[in-house]
């Protein structure tokens, strides 16, 4: 598997941007536009003989790195698509001397149906076979105006410096936008 930087220039951009759009619902395409010139935030396209299989998203803060996407081709899914963009990730973070990753992992209290329930069980266990660790007790929440509803995200992270705080990465990364409540409650 090849990783290679996604740019206006990329020859699959309009796939690429299929992607991102199956991928996450009601994702705003100008928004996506606005990545490719922002110069904090790094777009990598995952390529197997020249055909896409996944895309991560990351953005760069002074110390800690915020992976806004992470999506494998549905086709693809399950052979290690998923954790090459990681493990990518996660290098670059290192690479960069920051202190770890930290990203977003929809929880599996937003849902009713079984089927999504599973979904999201599985998606936090992937990030956790990965080293991904949950942030107790922090969260965030992003209004889906096309839905009317404001899902929860549970906070996870990774570090590659064994002495961060992941905590005080969550407030950096997230701002006003960090909710933090008592889990015992």
């Known amino acids: 598997m090849n990783?290679?930087?996604?740019?206006?220039?990329?020859?699959?951009?309009?796939?690429?941007?299929?992607?991102i759009g199956r991928s996450f619902d009601g994702i705003n395409p100008a928004w996506i536009y606005d990545f490719l010139r922002?110069?904090?935030?790094?777009?990598?396209?995952?390529?197997?003989?020249?055909?896409?299989?996944g895309t991560v998203c990351m953005r760069f803060t002074a110390d800690w790195e915020y992976l806004m996407l992470?999506?494998?081709?549905?086709?693809?899914?399950?052979?290690?698509?998923?954790?090459?963009?990681?493990?990518?990730?996660?290098?670059?973070?290192?690479?960069?001397?920051l202190r770890g990753l930290l990203w977003e992992c929809l929880g599996e209290y937003n849902f009713?149906?079984?089927?999504?329930?599973?979904?999201?069980?599985?998606?936090?266990?992937?990030?956790?076979?990965?080293?991904?660790?949950?942030?107790e007790g922090c969260f965030t929440r992003i209004h889906l105006p096309e839905m009317n509803i404001y899902p929860e995200y549970r906070v996870m992270y990774y570090?590659?410096?064994?002495?961060?705080?992941?905590?005080?990465?969550?407030?950096?990364?997230?701002?006003?936008?960090?909710?933090?409540r008592d889990t015992e409650a």
Do not use: H, N
Request: one cysteine or more; glycine letters at 10%.
């Open 112 to 135: 009713t149906k079984e089927e999504d329930i599973r979904t999201a069980l599985r998606r936090r266990a992937f990030y956790e076979r990965l080293g991904g660790r949950t942030l």
């Open 159 to 180: 570090l590659t410096d064994r002495d961060a705080d992941p905590g005080q990465g969550a407030r950096q990364v997230f701002g006003e936008g960090l909710i933090i």
């Open 3 to 19: 990783c290679v930087k996604i740019d206006s220039s990329y020859p699959r951009l309009r796939e690429w941007l299929d992607l």
């Open 38 to 53: 922002s110069p904090d935030i790094l777009l990598l396209a995952a390529e197997e003989e020249g055909v896409l299989s």
């Open 70 to 97: 992470l999506a494998a081709v549905p086709e693809k899914r399950g052979r290690g698509t998923g954790t090459a963009l990681f493990q990518k990730a996660a290098a670059e973070a290192e690479d960069r001397g």
